[in-house]
């Protein structure tokens, strides 16, 4: 902790311009830049170690920035089209720190099926091998391919939106299913 707190001290230079090239108001550059360091510290697990720590604030210090003018936007107190500044700073953090998140969840729901769904659901569904496929490999039914298929999109489906597995959502047949 101590050493990503000492490479957050070496980034606020550099982070206070970003900040500045933002706001353009030193005071408001000054708010940005601690809100952008509580936040971090705040979410420090959300940080991948050997991930850049730099890329990772910057894109914290983008999102408060946005939504700041999103919310300004919307009382019609910023003259700026939310497009314009959008597009200052590359991609989105919020997209990727979703998509990451999401891909984290997955993970660990694959990680607490059965073994016997995990290996369905990589050779299927990671691998894009057909059901028939699978089912030689394995040596089971092609109908046992597809009920342990089911029961682990199930059960991902509902760690997901972390909701009981009596009511899931049918999910659409793919071209393996058919």
Same mark, same amino acid.
């Given at each position: 902790?101590d ?10 230079p /550099? $982070?206070?311009?970003? +900040?500045?090239?933002?706001t353009?108001?030193k005071?408001? *550059? @000054?708010?940005l #830049? ?8 705040a979410?420090?697990?959300?940080w991948?170690?050997?991930?850049s720590?730099?890329s990772?604030?910057y ?12 919310g300004?936007?919307a009382q019609?107190g910023?003259?700026?089209?939310l497009?314009?500044i ?9 997209n990727v720190?979703e998509s /990451? $998140?999401t891909?984290? +969840?997955?993970t660990e729901?694959?990680?607490r099926?059965? *073994? @016997?769904?995990q #290996? ?9 091998i057909s059901?028939k496929e ?12 597809m009920?342990?298929?089911s029961?682990?999109?199930q059960?991902l489906y509902?760690?997901l939106?972390e909701t009981?597995?009596a009511?899931?959502v049918p ?7 058919r």
């Open positions: 902790m050493e990503i707190q000492s490479r957050m001290i070496q980034l606020l /550099r $982070l206070r311009r970003f +900040a500045l090239a933002l353009g108001d005071d408001k *550059a @000054d708010d #830049v601690q809100d952008t360091c509580e936040r971090a510290l979410h420090l697990d959300q991948k170690p050997g991930t720590l730099d990772w604030m894109r914290i210090a983008q999102n408060i920035w946005v939504d700041h003018h999103r300004r936007r019609g910023d003259q700026r089209h497009d314009e959008e597009d200052v700073v590359g991609i989105d953090g919020r720190t /990451r $998140l891909l984290a +969840a997955v729901g694959i990680s099926l059965p *073994a @016997d769904q #290996v369905l659901v990589a050779m299927v569904c990671v691998e894009g059901y699978a089912a030689g490999i394995l040596g089971i039914p092609i109908g046992t391919v009920s342990r298929l029961r682990a999109r059960a509902a760690a939106i009981p597995m009511d899931p999910l659409r047949a793919t071209s393996r299913e």
